[in-house]
Nanobody
Framework: QVQLVESGGGLVQAGGSLRLSCAAS????????MGWFRQAPGKEREFVGV????????SYADSAKGRLTLSRDNAKKTVYLQMNTLKPEDTAVYYC?????????????????WGQGTQVTVSS
């Protein structure tokens, strides 16, 4: 069983930056690909990005490319989502998730464990 706790969300002006963290406990963190999803009010939860178990590979949604960067520290059992040049449309609850699937899974059903989410609000 893996427990995930996100932190780092908050209110930021458009053009600003935030770094989200997701700390894991239980399980063997280095075996899991770690993904981030987000859900805006009234919308489906959508894929943002994923980093492979080793940290050697990443994949991003088109909306995130060039602005969001994933990294992980397996020794600290933590994954990070650096978000730059934030836009009002980035406003959502951000969730991290862990997947035992090989590679870089981008669909929700591939993920076994989810955090509770952290709110990100970008003002215009």
């Amino acid at each position: 069983q893996v427990q995930l706790v996100e932190s780092g969300g908050g209110l930021v002006q458009a053009g600003g930056s935030l770094r989200l963290s997701c700390a894991a406990s239980g399980g063997t963190f280095s075996l899991y690909a770690m993904g981030w999803f987000r859900q805006a009010p009234g919308k489906e939860r959508e894929f943002v990005g994923v980093i492979s178990a080793s940290g050697g590979g990443t994949s991003y949604a088109d909306s995130a490319k060039g602005r969001l960067t994933l990294s992980r520290d397996n020794a600290k059992k933590t994954v990070y989502l650096q978000m730059n040049t934030l836009k009002p449309e980035d406003t959502a609850v951000y969730y991290c998730a862990a997947s035992r699937d090989a590679g870089l899974p981008i669909v929700r059903v591939s993920y076994n464990y989810w955090g509770q989410g952290t709110q990100v609000t970008v003002s215009s």
